[in-house]
């Protein structure tokens, strides 16, 4: 959310939906594990941009503990896979437990683990309805180029934080995740495949739409 919106419409928009057992669960593991689980604004809408796309197959990179796994699961079709990468053991250990306490059985994911940008060359092509990045923000222009390559047409890619807690706006902030926060920013909005849209829900959700 943007710094300058009150904190009482900011608690409005995150509270508007209350998040049940499972994913309390989920974000109180993220945060016991040092992760910065999405916030519930954020959950949210990635659950309804994959119920809107009626998603099978959908790459999330960054596991977390799990938390937007689950939201990300909610919104996908019954027989959907979803594809989480990340590169601590731990962090995929407590995912399982919160797509289990979610209803969501060992088919419905497959956890991969390893380096990112090492893992989505191996991805096919034009074969997933979404992909959502939560993970290393200097490495967010490089899962933008691997990202907009697995989509079909018609796919979302989504990236959280690139607000940045208000410090992208800032054009004094030269801190490295900040460059590359804002370069993913550019990139999208330039990228004539895609149609963008620069959400403030949570610490900022940038969502585009694969138009070829």
Known sequence: MTPEWPAGLRNYVEDYLAEDEPLL???AAGQE??????G????ATLQFLAATLRAKAVVEVGTGAG?????????MAPD????????????????????????????????????????????TDA??????????????????EQGVRLLRPGGVIAFD????RGRVANPADRE??????????????DDDRLVPSLLPVGDGLLVAAKNT
């Open 67 to 75: 938390l937007s796994g689950v939201y990300l699961l909610r919104g």
């Open 80 to 123: 959907g896979v979803l594809t989480s990468i990340d590169v601590q053991p731990e962090h995929q250990i407590a995912a399982k437990r919160a797509y289990a306490a979610g209803g969501f059985g060992p088919s419905r994911t497959r956890l991969i683990m390893g380096r990112a940008l090492d893992v989505l060359p191996r991805l």
């Open 176 to 189: 490295q995740d900040t460059m590359a926060l804002r370069e993913v920013t550019r990139l999208v909005k």
């Open 161 to 164: 934080n690139v607000l940045w």
């Open 25 to 27: 669960a989920a974000r």
């Open 127 to 144: 074969a997933y309805d979404m992909v959502f990045v939560d993970a290393a923000k200097t490495e967010y222009p490089n899962y933008y």
């Open 40 to 43: 519930p604004a954020g959950g």
């Open 33 to 38: 594990l040092g992760c910065v689980p999405i």
